[in-house]
């Protein structure tokens, strides 16, 4: 035994006999070894030039979909268009809401706020086509108006004869026709308070309305299931303009209602159980805006239905037409 050993072996007794846990440590020490050294073959040239540049396209094409997608919603938030569909225009007394929500429609997109983009480069705005789209159906509901209000039932009041003439130059109606055709019902609308002219706020003729309401649903919902027949994923430039112009119909409609539903408040209370459809149908057609339009198929889950959905609340807001106008028929019998 060498002497070393004899030393430690001796010493491990001495602790034990004092600290018995001493009984846990080594008698003898081993010398850790030190670890192998490996030695790496030398890298071949090239070897990593491959992964190494696909890695970098991959990098590069996300980077610039995030980029295109950030780009994107930027422009698509930039062209939106605001409308209220809480607040009615205002009426003063004596004065017909239906003809003031009319003259307000003639007037949509006069004051239209810039965007927060608008100013910045390289961002384009889509808003100026999306206001012409929406007025030109909210214009082309109040021309149908017009034309009912101002139907053969005697003498039709001079103010509504401008109205209806200003408008008569078919779809696309210049900015200073609709400006004469609204000043036309504003001037009616003063006459009502003089009581120089008279505006029917029966049963009868909020069923006409009714009627006329349905038939443009009917009309917007046959156009929108053309567009959902032949889905393209996102909306196309015509798709998009075409749903704005329903988005205009569906807004005229619901002031429409809303302001005739005012005129006659007897009617309004007796009725409100029936006038819930369509105006909470017309209201979702109206405040629909997403950030990205899709024309998608409705049974696919990779697009929205955005325009699939929109016809079918049309046809929803014009089955609750129908049964508004049938149940006003039937209310004085």
Not at 60 to 81: D, H, K, P
Request: proline residues 6%.
């Amino acid at each position: 035994m060498q002497f070393d050993q004899l030393l430690r072996r001796l010493s491990w007794r001495v602790r034990r006999w004092i600290h018995r846990p001493a009984d846990n440590d080594p008698i003898v020490s081993i010398e850790p070894r030190a670890p192998p050294v490996v030695v790496r073959a030398p890298l071949q040239p090239g070897a990593k030039g491959p992964r190494r540049a696909a890695r970098t396209v991959i990098a590069f094409l996300l980077t610039l979909a995030v980029l295109g997608v950030g780009y994107g919603a930027l422009v698509a938030i930039n062209s939106r268009v605001g409308l209220d569909l809480t607040a009615m225009p205002a009426a003063e007394e004596g004065e017909s809401h239906v003809v003031a929500a009319a003259a307000a429609l003639l007037a949509l997109g006069a004051d239209s706020a810039r965007g927060v983009a608008d100013d910045l480069l390289f961002v384009p705005s889509g808003r100026e086509m999306r206001e012409r789209r929406v007025r030109d159906g909210a214009v082309q509901v109040a021309a149908r108006f017009i034309a009912l209000a101002a139907a053969p039932r005697g003498r039709a009041d001079p103010a509504l004869v401008d109205a209806r003439l200003a408008l008569s130059g078919g779809a696309q109606v210049a900015e200073s026709e609709r400006i004469v055709a609204r000043d036309a019902l504003l001037r009616l609308n003063a006459r009502i308070v003089r009581k120089q002219a008279r505006l029917d706020t029966g049963a009868p003729a909020l069923a006409a309305l009714m009627r006329a309401a349905a038939d443009a649903c009917e009309g917007e919902a046959r156009a929108l299931t053309t567009l959902v027949a032949a889905p393209t994923g996102l909306a196309e430039p015509a798709t998009e303009a075409r749903m704005y112009q329903a988005r205009g119909v569906a807004y005229g409609w619901l002031m429409l209602t809303r302001a005739a539903l005012l005129d006659a408040p007897d009617l309004a209370d007796a009725m409100t159980v029936e006038a819930t459809i369509p105006v909470e149908a017309l209201q979702r057609i109206a405040e629909r805006q997403p950030l990205f339009l899709f024309n998608g198929d409705p049974s696919s889950p990779w697009a929205p239905a955005h325009v699939a959905d929109a016809a079918a609340d049309f046809a929803r807001a014009a089955a609750g037409a129908r049964a508004l106008a049938s149940a006003l028929e039937h209310h004085d019998r």
